[in-house]
């Protein structure tokens, strides 16, 4: 695989271990200036970085987010925030009386965050600096508003976790991924039989049956108190933008 961009999308996983080691200044900024050079739609840039720097505030989220302690000690944290606030300033400052922004506008504005997100994932993989995404930022709404100070029309939509990945994590071996034909449709969405579904996850499960080791991803993953309180939270998000 000769294309080191193509090359280092395959090889970049999630890093949850971090040395010691400090983001420089520069390495920093090189990960920030890639965030900004993704596309947005319309040029509107419905989105703000939030660089989390105090290590109080740090331990605050890693504790909203599921308890997830690692998080505290990575040496970068970034919240992308959905931002449909900005634009009602920026066109109140010409004078005009812009609507209220709805669910439309929200997801544009979450399409804006995660792409300007995965740019910096991927200049930080190219430096050398792990990353992780933690999805759970969009739990304990109430609490998380308190603490990253959100007004209105402002949602927290993925965050990131960055540091210099230890030897143990570098040779963790990536998880198997799944195959174009397992995840793209040609022209229109198709359904998958049951025969299709199994065969997709043969050899992915772990040694578990196919049907034991769903019953395990519901029990963990669908039908947890995470995934009950992320849907609660987004409750009260969206209560913004109706």
Request: charged fraction near 30%; glycine fraction near 6%; charge should be negative.
């Amino acid at each position: 695989m000769t294309n080191e961009i193509i090359k280092s999308l395959y090889e970049r996983k999630s890093i949850r271990i971090f040395t010691e080691e400090e983001i420089s200044r520069e390495d920093k900024n090189s990960i920030l200036q890639a965030a900004l050079q993704a596309p947005s739609a319309g040029c509107q840039l419905l989105y703000t970085i939030l660089d989390i720097t105090d290590a109080g505030k740090k331990e605050k989220i890693a504790l909203l987010c599921d308890n997830q302690l690692f998080m505290a000690k990575a040496k970068m944290m970034l919240v992308f925030c959905a931002d449909c606030r900005k634009w009602l300033s920026f066109y109140e400052e010409a004078g005009l009386k812009p609507r209220d922004p709805g669910a439309g506008d929200l997801l544009l504005a979450v399409e804006d965050a995660l792409i300007a997100a995965q740019n910096a994932v991927t200049a930080a993989e190219s430096l050398g600096i792990g990353s992780c995404y933690i999805g759970d930022v969009m739990e304990n709404a109430e609490e998380m508003k308190a603490v990253l100070q959100l007004p209105q029309y402002v949602y927290p939509a993925c965050l990131l976790v960055f540091g210099h990945p230890t030897e143990q994590q570098k040779l963790r071996k990536k998880p198997e991924r799944f195959r174009v034909s397992d995840i793209v449709c040609e022209n229109s969405y198709q359904d998958k039989s049951g025969a299709q579904i199994r065969e997709m996850f043969l050899g992915k499960t772990g040694g578990k049956s196919y049907d034991e080791w769903m019953e395990a991803f519901w029990k963990r993953k669908y039908e947890s108190d995470f995934s009950r309180e992320m849907n609660r939270s987004m409750e009260i998000y969206l209560r913004d933008f109706r």
